[in-house]
């Protein structure tokens, strides 16, 4: 072998020696990153943070992480402070650091009462966005008047013989999984096909990603007795080491049987309460309780949510997701957006564009304006008494 090949034979050889140390520190990273949410995420969107679209910051010591993107310079954060409680500070201080030098804001979003005071700590601008539906399973069950909806649900979803189990495609065969996944990708689109926007949301909701579930879990609701087709299913995500899970995606045909997801729901939470999980969470509940926020700044963000909660109802529902989501008799917690420096037209604006919320239909938009008119101006029911 000449010295040019002997060289070149190297050069190459160095190279790949490089990339293999590269690819097993990513995968040490993405598997330590992992860790740290299912054990220090403190909120529904925790688990969010290992999903392959983000970005991580890592403390100096290696010992938390923060999951963020970047929007035209704005970092928007996701997940909370990923890291022990007696870590946190030390990371937010270092993670503000470099938004100071290279950033021209960072927005935090899903932050709790507990984590509020570390935030106004470091003078960042507070905004509440919503609150989270939180169910306390030691003391949750679904007997009493207060669920009698729900159990008229379940009753129906029985009568139908709708069969409610987890979905472990790990134990499945090729043509099972393949059948699934097409299966809920069709669910998904017919989903989307009730709401306005034209794509489903890419930050503030996770994917369904059969290759990277890690520790999310998929429950369906079948037919004929588990032999028929999926009428509904939930993604579970965990926060809290697993005490808590959060249904952080919930999906369900255009023409299921009535009742399939609540039914389906409420199967989930009596299985994982038998596991010994303590919490639920059926996310938030955005522009719940906002305008009557304790916070005295009017910022772009605050006067945005409280209008948008009391004006574009007929559009997105929140009153409808609102109604729904107390019929499973939460307690509400606030959720806060915590800025830094603070809010300005610029990071509002790319919060409103990642969030895809203007990304509209104009022909689905048209539709739910049309029956918005029309159920207003009908007549209402009579009831005997």
């Known amino acids: 072998m000449t010295g040019g090949k002997v060289n070149s034979f190297q050069s190459t ?46 403390s100096a010591d290696r010992s938390g992480a923060i999951s963020y993107v970047t929007v035209a ?92 189990s987890e979905w472990e495609h790990k134990l499945s065969s090729v043509d099972e999984v393949m059948a699934t996944r097409d299966e809920l990708i069709q669910i998904t689109k017919d989903s989307l096909s009730l709401k306005p926007q034209r794509q489903e949301m890419q930050f503030f909701q996770g994917n369904i990603d059969l290759d990277n579930l890690g520790r999310k879990r998929i429950f369906t609701a079948r037919s004929a007795r588990g032999m028929g087709r999926i009428e509904a299913f939930v993604v579970a995500n965990p926060f ?30 009596e299985a ?33 949510i409280s209008w948008a909660a009391g004006n574009l109802n007929s559009i997105y529902d929140c009153a409808g997701l609102a109604h729904y989501k107390t019929r499973f008799r939460p307690r509400l917690e606030s959720r806060y957006i915590c800025t830094f420096p603070k809010v300005s037209a610029a990071s509002f604006l790319t919060t409103v564009h990642l969030s895809g919320l203007l990304r509209l239909s104009p022909t689905k938009v048209t539709k739910r304006l049309l029956n918005h008119v029309i159920s207003k101006k009908r007549p209402p029911k009579l009831t005997k008494e």
């Open 240 to 269: 809290q080491s697993g005490k808590g899970w959060a249904f952080e995606i919930y999906r369900y045909r255009q023409d299921s049987v009535r009742g399939a997801l609540p039914h389906l729901k409420v199967a989930v939470i």
């Open 73 to 164: 310079g704005h970092l928007k954060v996701g997940g909370g402070l990923l890291a022990p409680q007696e870590s946190k500070k030390s990371l937010l201080e270092q993670f503000l650091r470099l938004v100071k030098t290279n950033h021209k804001s960072a927005a935090f979003f899903n932050v709790t009462d507990v984590d509020l005071p570390l935030f106004q700590e470091f003078g960042m601008q507070v905004t509440k966005w919503g609150e989270d539906a939180l169910l306390d399973l030691r003391d949750w069950d679904c007997r009493g008047k207060k669920f009698e909806w729900l159990r008229r649900q379940r009753n129906y979803c029985t009568r139908q013989e709708i069969l409610c």
């Open 272 to 304: 994982i309460k038998a596991e010994g999980a303590e919490q639920v969470s059926l996310c938030l509940i955005p522009g719940l309780n906002c305008s009557s926020s304790s916070s005295a700044e009017k910022t772009h963000s605050k006067r945005f």
């Open 13 to 58: 050889s160095k190279k790949f020696a490089s990339h293999q140390i590269s690819v097993q520190k990513k995968h040490f990273e993405d598997r330590y990153l992992e860790c740290l949410a299912y054990e220090h995420g403190q909120v529904y969107d925790s688990y969010l943070a290992c999903e392959s679209n983000r970005n991580t910051f890592w």
